[in-house]
């Protein structure tokens, strides 16, 4: 088992099969909100020209939606096609795996991101299957979603090293976040009118992070988490929308280590109801591998709870 940052990641050799998250889901993605945004705007100019308040308000308030969507979108757009946007590569040497998201590519060079793994350290390894069922406006829609589950075999490395490295991981905000607390710390410092001395420190502490990552500075943060345990000695890891596809991962994995048969066919339901230990059972699922957006849409659909009171309960749930 090794841990790498981006100053000693080894470039990939010819030998590796470099999987990635597809970038044309994303596209089609835009494709179809940027249409949106246009409609909007469209009926937007032609209730101005009508003179309809009511008009004029409902398509701003919808184009302004659309250039939310449009906008967060772009960024997942942006950033699938960095050099970042790699899930996993594999060869002969072992599988190295890069736990820290694409979206979140903005880590000092310090920072451990990627877990490499010899064969001699996996157990076996599973593709999972998983289907999501909810309701909305427009009826019942059903998304289909691929696991790769690796076994790890505790004889060869330190699983705890690697749970203390996910769990760091998976409760990090992005690095940008600390400029606003430096901004709300010198806010304080001015408010009890600290020394000069103090005050001028945390400015020059402001302009150094600003200069470490510069760009937008969104205060968007995706709930997005490649890898988790989901049990002692078990790794987990979304393969949605992965290319190279599922039949190379199985043929390179059936190579190098043991291949336990897909499991498939396993739901989530959202749109029936369901007893208490069932909704438990889920929701239970879901925060074991850090999913808490879903698990927040489960619990509004399910005891009606507002999003904020769907979030309250979450977070007391995990403690």
Request: net charge positive; charged share 25%.
């Amino acid at each position: 088992m090794n841990l790498l940052n981006k100053q000693n990641l080894p470039p990939s050799t010819r030998d590796e099969t470099v999987f990635r998250v597809s970038f044309w889901g994303s596209c089609f993605s835009f494709i179809f909100f940027l249409l949106g945004l246009l409609l909007g705007a469209a009926f937007l100019i032609y209730s101005c020209f009508l003179v309809s308040i009511l008009g004029i308000v409902l398509s701003g308030l919808y184009t302004l939606l659309m250039m939310g969507v449009c906008h967060i979108v772009f960024r997942t757009l942006v950033a699938i096609r960095s050099p970042s946007n790699w899930l996993a590569r594999i060869g002969s040497g072992g599988i190295l795996l890069k736990y820290r998201s694409y979206l979140h590519d903005d880590s000092p060079g310090e920072d451990p991101i990627a877990l490499k793994l010899s064969w001699l350290e996996i157990a076996d390894a599973q593709l999972q299957q998983e289907l999501h069922t909810t309701s909305g406006i427009d009826g019942k829609s059903q998304i289909e979603r691929w696991f790769l589950v690796i076994k790890l075999d505790p004889r060869y490395l330190h699983i705890d090293r690697i749970k203390e490295v996910l769990d760091f991981e998976n409760q990090r905000k992005p690095a940008h976040f600390k400029v606003d607390d430096l901004k709300h710390e010198l806010f304080l410092a001015q408010k009890n009118k600290a020394a000069d001395l103090e005050i001028t420190r945390i400015k020059k502490e402001i302009e150094r992070e600003k200069k470490l990552y510069p760009g937008s500075r969104s205060k968007m943060q995706f709930q997005d988490r490649p890898i988790v345990f989901i049990s002692p000695d078990q790794l987990k890891m979304e393969w949605t929308h992965i290319t190279p596809g599922r039949k190379k991962l199985r043929q390179l994995l059936a190579r190098y280590t043991t291949v336990i048969a897909d499991q498939v066919g396993q739901r989530f339901d959202f749109s029936k109801e369901m007893t208490d230990p069932e909704f438990q059972s889920q929701l239970t699922a879901l925060l074991g591998r850090d999913e808490k957006i879903e698990a927040i849409k489960l619990v509004r659909l399910k005891m009606g709870l507002g999003l904020a009171e769907a979030k309250s309960y979450v977070e007391k749930y995990l403690q």
